[in-house]
């Protein structure tokens, strides 16, 4: 634990001025990444963010398909939002839903050729521009500390969730 931690801070409930400017230069960077990630993945590939998130989380399951359910929770989603979205991609054609042979009532999402084609097809545009508007912000040392920002927020808000 590090002195910037609230059990260190002898029981202080609200962030510091300082904490406060931190925060918010961190929500407003991220918000400004985000929106010039999607925008360069939409102009690049015709998808969106959350298009790229289904695909990619396909791609990489077994079989190119997955559980409703196991994909909502995969990308961080409620299944409701997913269900929404996943109607708009079968309509494009880049995926498909099917009953699922093993669990009543469930349904499995499959990656479609034309999705596969297009994940394929936003990728090296979509690194690239991670690379230019994330990782050559930073020095290598910056990233790595990103990384253990990430990590370490990500446990914490886990843990939070199981409470």
């Known amino acids: ?13 609200l962030p510091t001025s300082d904490e406060l400017r931190i925060w918010r230069d961190f929500i407003e960077t991220t918000a400004v990444l985000s929106s010039r990630l999607e925008s360069r993945l939409q ?8 298009d790229y998130a289904v695909l990619l989380a396909l791609s990489e399951a077994e079989g190119q398909a997955m559980r409703s359910s196991a994909l909502a929770a995969h990308i ?5 939002r997913l269900s929404h979205h996943l109607g708009r991609m079968e309509r494009r054609g880049l ?3 099917q ?3 093993t669990v009543p009532r469930g349904a499995e999402v499959l990656l ?10 936003a990728t090296f545009p979509h690194l690239r521009a991670i690379r230019e508007l994330f990782v050559d912000a930073l020095t290598p040392d910056q990233v790595l500390v990103a990384g253990e920002i ?5 446990v914490h808000l886990d843990a939070l969730r199981e409470k």
């Open 95 to 97: 995926i498909r839903r």
């Open 1 to 13: 634990m590090t002195e910037a931690t609230p059990a260190r801070r002898g029981g202080r409930q």
């Open 150 to 154: 990430a990590a370490a927020l990500r």
């Open 112 to 121: 479609t050729t034309a999705g596969a084609e297009a994940f394929r097809g």
């Open 76 to 80: 961080g989603w409620e299944r409701s």
């Open 43 to 50: 102009n690049d590939s015709s998808l969106s963010t959350g």
């Open 99 to 101: 009953e699922c042979a």
